[in-house]
């Protein structure tokens, strides 16, 4: 049998999901319709930890949401108040149940579970060192690095999480749940996304607005970089234990990784979808009969695009969204004939056209040659790409999964070359100063950026430790991690 992901591989891959909610009855229920919102952030595997005032009960399974959680009988186990979830997607660590998060650690002051999108570029040398003092670990994930180190200090559960914190470098937005307490922190670079809600009088932290909107809960804000917000039976208590600094928010979040109907950092996903769309028609003009779509990642950009060209828009090509993940045998013909498993030509609209087609990203190039064929043997006259991100030309470390930079079609050929390998009649990609314009950010300040944009820029704005720390001994360990 063969995953399906060869098919798909001209997108990066979403990170993680976490979810938490304090001060409700059927917290677990309300967790699972929360995970379920955000499982296109993580389709690997889901987890649920809940404490009913005595005991931390949890289920974690690999797979999706709805078939991890379908049984009532599971829900009916996790008992509880107060509840964390996490849908992953696995950057670090192998694809296992020992390491399906919330992870949960029996710590000196009780049980400790944690549940973590992002991803730490220290957390192997932090591992060596913790593993010289006598940790022994049992996954192999960055996370657990956290609790290991909140087990080297003294003091409270938010003293000892500040403690961890404070050593480990890279991305987190965490939720984590204790006696009495949900947890959320978001590191002081706010690279990654965390929403707090509330439901009458139970409170919510979520990666994404989408997942308060399926529960009918009201948004409040975003948890802000940096902060540490504890909800407990007497309410919201927010904290900021690690400074102030310049945020660097995933700007990939509004290209192609959060949710169109989701609210981010104040703004509407969707709509900055269309302003990148309508800034690229701007920079990246040609003449066209229609503008098209490839699904569902480049819909809003093309509604742009198509608004300010003043190019008919149509859904050239329909997606098929019942393709599983685990399909047919991987003979040759069938790899070829893969992408035709997710997205078919409505050929009435591209036959004897001129069609410009508009996509998030382009990774290894593989899909997007495939679609494109398809495009040409449906009868169209000219092919063109339109990019809605800059060329993406360096890896990202902080919980995306993308292909080593050697992998990159844009990190080792021009625009030209990618339009070639490719086949279309043209190629362009939305320039960084243009992304920056349609997210009413001016130009892109080299000083002062604004975003985290180091997949297009090479701009880390953390140390990356363990990139630089790679001794031969270290590969093994380093390669299960990575």
Same mark, same amino acid.
């Given at each position: 049998?063969? @995953?399906?992901?060869?098919? =798909? ?12 909610? &304090? ?37 974690? =399974? ?30 670090? *660590? ?114 994404? @607005? ?8 009201? &948004? ?13 039976? @007497? ?23 959060? %949710? ?28 066209? =009969? ?6 569902? @990642? ?8 198509? %608004? ?7 859904? *050239? ?79 990202c470390f902080y919980g995306i999964d993308t292909p080593e930079r050697e992998q990159l079609l844009a990190a080792n050929h021009d625009v030209e070359e ?10 362009? &990609? ?9 997210? *009413? ?42």
């Open positions: 049998m063969i @995953s399906t992901n060869p098919f =798909d591989d001209d997108h990066l891959r979403e990170e993680c999901g976490v979810f938490g909610i &304090f001060g409700h009855d059927e917290a677990a229920a309300h967790t699972v319709l929360g995970l379920h919102a955000l499982q296109h952030r993580g389709q690997e595997a889901s987890g649920i930890v809940a404490f009913d005032g005595q005991h931390f009960n949890a289920h974690r =399974d690999l797979g999706q949401v709805a078939d991890s959680f379908a049984s009532e009988s599971v829900i009916g186990r996790l008992k509880g108040h107060a509840a964390i979830g996490h849908v992953r997607y696995s950057t670090t *660590g192998e694809t296992a149940l020992r390491n399906v998060q919330p992870l949960f650690a029996d710590l000196e002051f009780g049980g400790f579970a944690i549940g973590h999108n992002g991803n730490l570029t220290n957390a192997y040398t932090l591992r060596r060192e913790l593993v010289k003092r006598g940790s022994l670990f049992q996954s192999t994930t960055d996370t657990e690095v956290i609790t290991h180190l909140m087990a080297t200090t003294r003091g409270s559960i938010i003293d000892r999480l500040t403690h961890a914190l404070l050593q480990v470098e890279g991305a987190y937005s965490l939720v984590a749940l204790a006696k009495d307490m949900v947890v959320g922190v978001r590191d002081p670079l706010g690279v990654r996304p965390l929403v707090l809600g509330r439901l009458g009088n139970a409170h919510i932290l979520a990666s994404e @607005s989408c997942a308060l909107d399926i529960i009918g809960a009201e &948004f409040l804000r975003d948890v802000e970089p940096g902060e540490l917000v504890v909800l407990d039976g @007497s309410g919201i208590h927010s904290l900021r234990p690690f400074g102030t600094t310049e945020r660097r928010f995933c700007i990939f979040e509004y290209i192609y990784f959060a %949710r169109p109907d989701s609210v981010v950092e104040g703004s509407s996903v969707y709509e900055a979808r269309k302003r990148i769309g309508a800034e690229l028609a701007r920079e990246s003009p040609v003449p066209a =009969d229609v503008v098209i779509p490839v699904p569902d @990642s480049g819909v809003p950009a093309a509604l742009g695009y198509s %608004r300010e060209a003043g190019i008919p828009f149509e859904l *050239g090509i329909i997606r098929n969204h019942y393709v599983g993940r685990t399909f047919i045998e991987p003979t040759d013909h069938i790899r070829h004939l893969g992408v035709k498993l997710k997205h078919n030509t409505n050929r009435a609209y591209i036959e004897n056209r001129r069609v410009i087609l508009v996509d998030d990203s382009i990774v290894r190039g593989t899909t997007s040659k495939k679609i494109v064929e398809m495009v040409r043997s449906a009868g169209a006259k000219e092919v063109h790409m339109r990019i809605s991100s800059p060329p993406t030309m360096h890896s990618i339009a070639k390998i490719i086949g279309v009649d043209s190629l362009d &990609f939305i320039s960084i100063d243009g992304l920056y314009r349609a997210m *009413g950010k001016g130009r892109r300040d080299p000083d002062r950026p604004q975003y985290c944009d180091a997949c297009f820029t090479g701009d880390y704005p953390t140390a990356l430790t363990d990139q630089h720390d790679e001794q031969p001994a270290q590969l093994s360990l380093l390669a299960e991690m990575a």
